[in-house]
């Protein structure tokens, strides 16, 4: 079946600093690949999507590249502020057979980031 | 343009007695999932509406759950009697999907339902 595994957390981080959550994914067919942010009492928002292998997703200067030789799609900001602390999900969405539709989470990273 | 609207926020009730949770899509979606998520972890689903036809319902624990989207618009998801086990949060979400070309868009979330049994 699909799977998704994310980087154990919580990720603690200064302003400024450089951001990567790793995912890896497992799925048959070829799924679009995502990352949901949950902010504190919210639901979740897509933040970012890839559809096909080598698709560049960016969003708020976050962005993540649709590896397939690696089955990954980890996620990467530049520079971190205090507002993008939230926990952050990986997801796949299997085109093929009765998950067609279905979005597989990953387990979630919180992340803080401290001034 | 208004998000998916779900209620109650939040619910406290004791083992044993029912709770039903309600869920509004955005204008337009056809699509209607209903999603558990445990402390601490993913969403997973429970339920996928296609308009009023529950197209993927294999991950609903049939004995005590239950759901309906009579008009193809809101939804209802039912849980009697709720255990103790039940506590977490259960989200909605909605995406507009294309039937002739197959092609699915990005689900959007409501804020959640948090149940609590004691």
């Known amino acids: 079946g699909n799977s998704v595994t994310q980087m154990e957390g919580p990720v603690t981080l200064s302003e400024e600093a450089f951001l990567t959550i790793n995912c890896t994914y497992t799925a048959t067919g070829y799924p679009s690949l995502f990352w949901y942010v949950q902010y504190p009492g919210e639901g979740l928002q897509l933040l970012l999507k890839?559809?096909?292998?080598?698709d560049k997703g960016s969003n708020k200067g976050f962005e993540a590249t649709y590896r397939k030789e690696t089955t990954s799609f980890h996620l990467e900001k530049g520079s971190v502020q205090v507002s993008d602390s939230a926990v952050y999900f990986c997801?796949?969405?299997?085109?093929?057979?009765?998950?067609?539709?279905?979005?597989?989470f990953g387990q979630g990273t919180i992340l803080t980031v401290h001034p | 343009e208004a998000g998916v609207v779900q209620s109650p926020r939040y619910k406290i009730i004791e083992k044993k007695q029912p709770v039903a949770f309600w869920c509004n899509p955005i204008?337009?979606?056809?699509?209607l999932y209903w999603y558990l998520q445990n402390l601490g972890q993913g969403p997973e689903l429970l339920i996928r509406?296609?308009?009023?036809?529950?197209?993927?319902d294999s991950q609903l624990p049939k004995d005590r759950f239950s759901a309906e989207r009579l008009k193809g618009v809101d939804s209802t998801l039912k849980i009697q009697p709720a255990e103790l086990g039940d506590s977490a949060v259960y989200l909605c979400?909605?995406?507009?999907?294309?039937?002739?070309?197959?092609?699915?868009?990005?689900?959007?979330f409501g804020p959640g339902t948090r149940l609590t049994v004691t």
């Open positions: 997801a796949l969405s299997d085109p093929l057979g009765t998950s067609y539709g279905k979005l597989t």
């Open positions: 204008s337009g979606h056809n699509t």
């Open positions: 890839a559809t096909k292998a080598d």
């Open positions: 509406y296609e308009n009023e036809e529950a197209v993927d």
């Open positions: 979400a909605s995406s507009l999907d294309g039937r002739e070309t197959g092609r699915r868009y990005e689900q959007y």
